[in-house]
Nanobody, 115 residues
Framework: QVQLVESGGGLVQPGGSLRLSCALSGNIRSIYVMGWYRQAPGKQRELVARLTLGSTTNYADSVKGRFTISTDNAKSTVYLQMNSLKPEDTAVYYC?????????WGQGTQVTVSS
């Protein structure tokens, strides 16, 4: 089992920045991909950014050049640095991690971009 706990969400003005953190615990040795997803009201959950064990990254087109996914050396924390935030980035952001058997999810953290 793997547990994920997100933090760092909040209210920010357009053009501002936030950094989300996701602490992983439990049997993280088998984790081979970590990512951030988001879900806005009335919309489906979508991939924001993904990081594989080999350090390959993928980003949604809507966040390329603005968001950066990274981990600490122990791969026990995954971060999402969000810059130049826009109102359309408003959503609940979820951390995820996958091992060969299943995908694990955090509880989500709200990000609101508004003036």
């Amino acid at each position: 089992q793997v547990q994920l706990v997100e933090s760092g969400g909040g209210l920010v003005q357009p053009g501002g920045s936030l950094r989300l953190s996701c602490a992983l615990s439990g049997n993280i040795r088998s984790i081979y991909v970590m990512g951030w997803y988001r879900q806005a009201p009335g919309k489906q959950r979508e991939l924001v950014a993904r990081l594989t064990l080999g350090s390959t990254t993928n980003y949604a087109d809507s966040v390329k050049g603005r968001f950066t996914i990274s981990t600490d050396n122990a791969k026990s924390t995954v971060y999402l640095q969000m810059n130049s935030l826009k109102p359309e980035d408003t959503a609940v952001y979820y951390c995820s991690a996958a091992d060969p058997l299943r995908t694990y999810w955090g509880q989500g953290t709200q990000v609101t971009v508004s003036s």
